[in-house]
């Protein structure tokens, strides 16, 4: 039973558009989201995170929107460059500090 | 200020063999979670250690145990190995409380 859901498993976006990538959840005592990115051969790098409190976070290029109502959040990268192609992992933890529960990641491809 | 390091980088093990994975924490972080990436899937919680202590758990067999140490590194181990332990092994370390985590480069372990 997936509880964190990434229902695309790859996405292309060309140069300079924008990037989206959605993530469903299921538990609702998820309290707190993040959104990682993998680099092959590497560990996953924190992007930027959101907590239930709250219905959106910017940081520069990357945007976080959470629909704590239809347990949906979402990831807009604008505009998106070719070195944010990797693979996206949306994460959920039911409090700070706890352990994430991953969903399955989208690949992204942004061609230039 | 050092990030996660995870050694070895790659692993081959026999069926039915001990393992021993290696992780040190990043400067501060008291906190150390140990994930499971299969090929094409979303990183699976193991364990997490807090000061030493286990301090939750994924669904994971006895067969995989851990030990953190007063320095914060820690040590996954896995016993009696099966062919379906291959995977990518994360470590995480994150400062208690703190909601993001920082990963490692993991270990690729092959077990034949």
């Known amino acids: 039973d997936q509880q964190v859901k990434q229902n695309s498993p790859s996405l292309s976006v060309q140069e300079g558009r924008i990037s989206i990538l959605n993530c469903d959840y299921t538990?609702?005592?998820?309290?707190?989201f993040l959104w990682y990115k993998k680099y092959p051969a590497e560990g996953p790098t924190f992007l930027i995170s959101i907590s239930s409190i709250k219905d959106k976070n910017e940081d520069g290029r990357f945007t976080v929107f959470l629909n704590k109502s239809a347990k949906h959040l979402s990831l807009h990268i604008v505009p998106s460059q070719p070195g944010d192609s990797a693979v996206y992992f949306c994460?959920?933890?039911?409090?700070?500090?706890?352990?994430?529960?991953f969903g399955p990641g989208t690949r992204l491809s942004v061609l230039p | 200020e050092t990030g996660v390091t995870q050694s070895p980088t790659h692993l081959i093990k026999t069926r039915g063999q001990q393992v021993t994975l290696r992780c040190s924490s990043q400067s501060g972080h008291n906190t150390v979670s140990w994930y499971q990436q299969a090929l094409g899937q979303g990183p699976q919680f193991i364990f997490q250690?807090?000061?030493?202590?286990?301090?939750g758990r994924g669904n994971f067999p006895p067969r995989f145990s851990g030990l953190q140490f007063p320095n914060y590194s820690s040590e996954l181990n896995v016993n009696a190995l099966e062919l379906d332990d291959s995977a990518l092994y994360l470590c995480a370390s994150q400062f208690q409380g703190a909601p993001e985590a920082f990963f490692g480069q993991g270990t690729r372990l092959t077990v034949v």
């Open positions: 538990n609702s005592m998820f309290d707190y």
């Open positions: 994460a959920a933890s039911a409090r700070y500090g706890q352990n994430f529960v």
């Open positions: 250690y807090y000061r030493e202590e286990e301090n």
